[in-house]
Nanobody
Framework: QAQLVESGGGLVQAGGSLRLSCAAS????????MGWYRQAPGKQRELVAT???????NYADFVKGRFTISRDDAKNTVYLQMNSLKPEDTAVYYC?????????WGQGTQVTVSS
């Protein structure tokens, strides 16, 4: 059974850092890309960053220069290093994995940035 397990969320003051992790398991097909999305209360889910199996990176404009996505293929794990956090970064962060013909989601991890 396909499963994405996220960890690393929490409460941090503005200007602080957090590192999110997402471990994928049970996905039958090769993972083509993994990424992070977020959803704040009352807002739609939005892309934060993605990384393909070939190493191509894509970031939302609002995190460029502050967040870094990386992956460990041996562990089927993707990371999101978040620096210089702002209150507007407060949201539930979801991990995503895209394999052949299917997209998988984690359960989400809460990130709260206090001012």
């Amino acid at each position: 059974q396909a499963q994405l397990v996220e960890s690393g969320g929490g409460l941090v003051q503005a200007g602080g850092s957090l590192r999110l992790s997402c471990a994928a398991s049970g996905i039958a097909f090769a993972i083509k890309s993994m990424g992070w999305y977020r959803q704040a209360p009352g807002k739609q889910r939005e892309l934060v960053a993605t990384i393909t199996s070939g190493g191509s990176l894509n970031y939302a404009d609002f995190v460029k220069g502050r967040f870094t996505i990386s992956r460990d293929d041996a562990k089927n794990t993707v990371y999101l290093q978040m620096n210089s956090l702002k209150p507007e970064d407060t949201a539930v962060y979801y991990c995503n994995a895209f394999a052949s013909l299917a997209s998988y989601w984690g359960q989400g991890t809460q990130v709260t940035v206090s001012s």
